[in-house]
């Protein structure tokens, strides 16, 4: 059975249950890889209209992959006040948690449907459908990308040191804002381009950064050292987790337990 959306905009889509083929239509736009990952429940965003599920791409327009939880996550233990974990016995600890929480581990939109909100309708849609109290997922591009939160996830990020906060905002100061992290080579090239104070300057603050991790702080310039200084400074994953019947808190930071959550109600046991 589909679920027809209410948008008059997206007329025709549908979500309905949906394979591993569904999931290769579109793997190759997504940025961690290709392989099709283990999952427990896959959706597809399809689009009926005018035959279009016969054409290229069987009409997918997106895809989320559901997965089993991982035993233990930080961020999980913060937002639950450590529920799942301390029960002394691991094979309770893991059925406990296998009862009760999903993780979402892809989502893709196809390029020609994008910008319209759909990834968050996606997730919004589907994560009801998985009969479980609790939804996580860890995602580095919810730095940049909120969709999770605008479909009623709560997040929680790790804070940045010092040290790599300033050298960001060194960045920053010369054009180089965080977006652009995650490209390297592009990062490197406009070190290069820069005027001789501005590249003087940004560089001798790259060497005192290094300097901090041994071996590493011998590195010459080179586009293999700014990888690994982007790599230090790039966000970590951001945790998400949504709560059946709990209203998710859209720019929630920092530690504080998710609002409805340590009441835990709904828990399986």
Known sequence: MGYLFDCSVCGGLVIEEGCADDWRALAGYHYCDEKVPAYKALYVLRDRRDGRACRPFNGVAGVIVYSMPVANIRGRNIATSGYFTGLGDRSMQLELINKNIRCIRRVVIEPRYRGIGLASKLVRE?????GVPFIE???VMGNFNPFFEKAGMT????????????????????????????????VHEMIEKLGNNDRFFVCDRIDKFVKAFG???????????????LGKLSFSPVYY?????????????????????????????
């Open 126 to 130: 589907t994560m009801p459908l998985l």
């Open 137 to 139: 997922s860890l995602a």
């Open 155 to 186: 997040p929680y990020r790790k804070g940045r040191d010092v040290k790599s906060a300033v050298l960001a905002e060194v960045l920053a100061s010369v054009g180089i804002s965080e977006e652009l992290f995650i490209d390297p080579q592009k």
């Open 215 to 229: 071996k590493r702080g011998k590195m010459v310039h080179s586009v293999e050292r700014t990888r690994y200084v």
């Open 241 to 269: 987790i949504w709560c059946e019947g709990v209203k998710g808190e859209k720019g929630v930071k920092g530690e504080k337990g998710v609002k409805g959550v340590k009441s835990l109600k709904g828990v399986k046991v």
